[in-house]
């Protein structure tokens, strides 16, 4: 695995975000979901599984990742620009793109206004709508206050501190993430902690949380891109998938031309749990694309 230090620019701040070569082939554009304890490493072992026959690389979101992040008001624009700078300097013409929960979306959306740009797309239990929006059904003006109650110096990190805590963390992660209760735990657990307290951390994990990072505003949306993206797709999700997250799905999978595989095993992050799995799936339409 070869380490790499990626640096762009937005709204006048620089951002260094780290990117994990391996492997010799057609290149494999690998990206992680948008959660508060996301970052490239979740893909590693789906990574080193795909290297055998592909050249892949795993880039983490700027706000998100392994290392400290200037305190903006991230947004979704953020995102988009963000994935244009990846296909035009980063990884040009990549072979195939996988991603997970919301950065499957971001990633559609690309596909969708850059039909030509891949030759194959994989999202991995694809999400649109942060948690909060998703619990409570739609957004709440409390969301945004809470967004700046987070940014303020002194308050923000105390609340945002109380919101990560370990118990929290692996209530929400058994709940919604990992099928295996026990699976975040030991060094695991503590390299997820270590994320949450990365300087600048909060910024864009409450707006994450919040839905201020959401894509989209509606199903019909998420339906639309799928619809325009002229690219073979293949969703991957999980028996165990939180059920408004899988509704999501479901209706993805219902469209035309879209293949997709339910794992006997798995919640939203069944890349990082159940890799070996996940990768059985992708590797005959990745071979396929070709």
């Known amino acids: 695995m070869e380490t790499e230090r990626l640096t ?29 304890i996301s ?4 893909m590693q072992s789906l990574q080193q599984r795909l290297s055998s026959h592909y ?30 700078h990846v296909f035009e300097s980063v990884v040009a013409s990549p072979y195939a793109a996988i991603a997970a929960g919301h950065g499957a979306t971001y990633l559609l959306a690309h596909a969708c206004a850059h039909p030509t740009s891949l030759k194959g797309l994989v999202l991995i239990a694809p999400t649109w709508r942060g948690p909060l929006p998703t619990m409570m059904s739609g957004h709440r003006p409390i969301f945004d206050r809470m967004c700046r109650m987070v940014d303020r110096p002194a308050l923000g ?9 370990r118990p929290l963390v692996r209530m929400m992660a058994a709940g919604h993430v990992y099928l295996d209760p026990a699976w975040l735990s030991g060094e695991r657990l503590k390299q997820k902690l270590a994320v949450t307290r990365a300087r600048g951390a909060r910024h864009a994990s409450v707006r994450f949380v919040t839905g201020a990072l959401d894509p989209l505003a509606s199903r019909e949306e998420f339906l639309d891109l799928a619809r325009c993206a002229a690219v073979p797709m293949l969703t991957v999700y999980g028996m165990q998938t939180p059920p408004r997250s899988r509704a999501e799905i479901e209706a993805l999978i219902a469209l035309p031309g879209m293949r997709s595989a339910c794992l006997a095993q798995g919640k939203l992050g069944l890349h990082e749990e159940f890799p070996e799995a996940v990768a059985q799936a992708i590797e005959p339409f990745l071979a396929q694309a070709e």
């Open 8 to 36: 762009w620019s937005w709204r006048g701040a620089t951002i260094e975000l780290g990117l994990d070569w391996s492997g010799q082939g057609p290149t494999v554009l690998l990206l992680p979901a948008l959660s508060s």
């Open 39 to 42: 970052t490239r490493r979740e």
């Open 55 to 84: 050249r892949t690389v795993a880039i983490d979101w700027p706000g998100f990742g392994d290392r400290s992040r200037p305190p903006l008001d991230w947004a979704p624009d953020a995102y988009r620009a963000f994935l244009m």
């Open 157 to 165: 990190p105390l609340v945002y501190k109380l919101n990560v805590n």
